[in-house]
């Protein structure tokens, strides 16, 4: 099943904060996060793995509960490049040979206003 | 710079027409992929293979078929079969090792006329 993320949308102003999780109902092995902007191909942003590592690129960082087979993404003092559809894509955990095969959520557009 | 390329940026389909998407990477990676994007919707993933002359169905393989023939190339042909291709297609790699990103083309946007 798709990954599920909220909020759908979210509009900032330059400095503030937001916060966009990702749940899925499967056991997951991994999370990944990537960034889109329209009509560009999504760009990679972070791994997160199971065992609740958080990680983080500069003012963007992640979590991932592997109790609640939840992810949050953190976004600090938000800039107008941060502005896109930001997806999570979700790894099973798998006995076979799947690996990489992820499925994406539906996405949240962050929008980032001076 | 190694990367991957999508051809054509767009490309139109009339109607009972099979039309192939290009996909080539020279990130020496082992694993492809092709999704679909709507718009205002995730990935869905289409196909994907693991290593030459292997591949397996994604989620919305019905009316798409690929073959792996080298380990740069992937095409995706859309045939006639699927009823509804207007979309954005993304093709992505990446090595067939655990946690490992997937880098993306920049999409070939698919219209019927």
């Known amino acids: 099943q798709q990954p599920v993320q909220s909020p759908q949308a979210v509009i900032l102003r330059e400095g503030e904060d937001a916060v966009i999780n990702c749940s899925s109902s499967?056991?997951?092995?991994?999370v990944h996060w990537y960034r889109q902007k329209h009509g560009e191909a999504p760009v990679f942003l972070m791994i997160l793995l199971k065992g609740g590592e958080q990680k983080g690129h500069e003012k963007i960082s992640a979590s991932f509960n592997e109790k609640k087979q939840q992810s949050s993404l953190y976004l600090t003092a938000s800039q107008l490049s941060y502005s896109g559809t930001y997806f999570c894509g979700t790894e099973k955990v798998t006995g076979g040979t799947s690996y990489g095969k992820l499925t994406f959520g539906q996405g949240t557009i962050l929008t980032v206003h001076p | 710079d190694g990367g991957i390329t999508q051809s054509p940026k767009y490309l139109f389909r009339k109607e009972g027409q099979n039309v192939t998407l290009s996909c080539e990477q020279n990130?020496?990676?082992?694993?492809m992929y092709w999704y679909r994007q709507d718009p205002g919707q995730g990935l869905r993933l289409i196909y994907y293979?693991?290593?030459?002359?292997?591949?397996q169905k994604g989620d919305i393989a019905e009316g798409y078929s690929v073959s792996r023939e080298k380990k740069e190339s992937f095409p995706l042909t859309v045939t006639s079969a699927q009823k509804n291709p207007t979309a954005f297609y993304l093709c992505?790699?990446?090595?067939?090792?655990?946690?490992?990103?997937?880098?993306f083309g920049d999409g070939t946007r698919l219209s019927i006329l």
């Open positions: 992505a790699s990446s090595s067939v090792i655990y946690n490992q990103p997937q880098h």
């Open positions: 990130l020496n990676h082992d694993a």
């Open positions: 293979s693991q290593i030459v002359n292997d591949f």
């Open positions: 499967k056991a997951l092995y991994s």
